[in-house]
Every structure is written in structure tokens, then in C-alpha cells.
């Protein structure tokens, strides 16, 4: 898991990290009930790790 990504799901009293945690949470709450079909893009030498890989394991295609 990538530095960042253990920051922000650690609990913390920094408004700036409940913020993006929030963010972060809606974006997958409606993500969830979406009807339309997402496209991701992934290149051969790229990498997604933590809180990116869960959204790109979300696309359907």
C-alpha cells in the first residue's frame, strides 16, 4: 500500500485528511449505484495501487 494511501486511512485529527477520506467515500457510494458502464485505460508498465486500484478494478471494461 502506498505511503499516502496509509495516511489517509489512518485516523487522524487533520481536517484536511477526514476531507479527502469523505471525498473519497461518496465517490464510491455513488460509483456503487451507478447504471452506466465505465471504461478504464491501462497500460502495459503502469501501476495502480490502494485506493486507485479499487477504482479501476470497478470498471467494467
Known amino acids: ?26 465517490t464510491l457510494k455513488r460509483l456503487d449505484v451507478t447504471s452506466r458502464s465505465l471504461v478504464a485505460v491501462i497500460d502495459p508498465g503502469t501501476a495502480f495501487a490502494g485506493l486507485l486500484a479499487e477504482v479501476a478494478l470497478a470498471a467494467d471494461r
Open 1 to 26: 500500500m502506498p505511503a499516502h494511501d496509509a495516511q489517509v486511512m489512518e485516523p487522524a485529527d487533520d481536517w484536511f485528511v477526514n476531507e479527502v477520506r469523505h471525498s473519497y467515500k461518496r
